[in-house]
T-cell receptor, first 110, second 119 residues
Framework: GESVGLHLPTLSVQEGDNSIINCAYS??????FIWYKQESGKGPQFIID?????DKRQGQRVTVLLNKTVKHLSLQIAATQPGDSAVYFCAEDNFNKFYFGSGTKLNVKP | GAVVSQHPSWVICKSGTSVKIECRSL??????MFWYRQFPKQSLMLMAT?????????EQGVEKDKFLINHASLTLSTLTVTSAHPEDSSFYIC???????????????FGSGTQLSVL
């Protein structure tokens, strides 16, 4: 099922530092996970994905870690930049329906 | 990459009127489209799954008579908010899945969203 957040937690980091954003997902049967970035008034933008047969995947400046035992995802952003400021959501593919986690607002301080 | 176009980007309407939002996959055929609703500072909530040529599947708690979904072709799905009320004011976002082997590893592409304000 879906997870809905009532409040968006905020993560504040200094420009150049690494950021770690966490997400708990709902269904142990979900086999595909995606991280999205959403800027105000826009649709979600794909960042990186991972399948359940992997526990780590790296992209450009981003790394996703998957811990199926505790149903936990994390997104690591290296050398965070002001342009990374946005809200970040994880999404799980549950039988070809995509449900979103509660989201984290990332605030990058120059 | 695959492009999903959503129109209009914002709409203001009077209470009691109906509003139609269009979602088009521009460069791929989407057998499945999804409609989400997002309230301020909250997550995206899946409203319904729309398959071309068949009735939409609604999530629990979403009124099918209130939110009419039509997926008449492989490139177009519409969401009609009927008899809109102020509590229906929200950001509505559509997404579409490209066919497997369609040249992309991504499974979901999003429109830019529609901000609905009901007065």
């Amino acid at each position: 099922g879906e997870s809905v957040g009532l409040h968006l937690p905020t993560l504040s980091v200094q420009e150049g530092d690494n950021s770690i954003i966490n997400c708990a997902y709902s269904n142990s049967a979900s086999d595909y996970f995606i991280w999205y970035k959403q800027e105000s008034g826009k649709g979600p933008q794909f960042i990186i994905d991972i399948r359940s047969n992997m526990d780590k995947r790296q992209g450009q400046r981003v790394t996703v870690l998957l811990n199926k035992t505790v149903k936990h995802l994390s997104l690591q952003i290296a050398a965070t930049q002001p342009g990374d400021s946005a809200v970040y959501f994880c999404a799980e593919d549950n039988f070809n329906k995509f449900y979103f986690g509660s989201g984290t607002k990332l605030n990058v301080k120059p | 990459g695959a492009v999903v176009s959503q129109h209009p980007s914002w709409v203001i309407c009077k209470s009691g009127t109906s509003v139609k939002i269009e979602c088009r996959s521009l460069d791929f055929q989407a057998t499945t489209m999804f409609w989400y609703r997002q309230f301020p500072k909250q997550s995206l909530m899946l409203m319904a799954t729309s398959n071309e040529g068949s009735k939409a599947t609604y999530e629990q708690g979403v009124e099918k008579d209130k939110f009419l979904i039509n997926h008449a072709s492989l490139t177009l799905s519409t969401l009609t908010v009927t008899s809109a009320h102020p509590e229906d004011s929200s950001f509505y976002i559509c997404s579409a899945t490209p066919p497997v082997g369609g040249g992309t590893n991504e499974k979901l592409f999003f429109g830019s969203g529609t901000q609905l304000s009901v007065l």
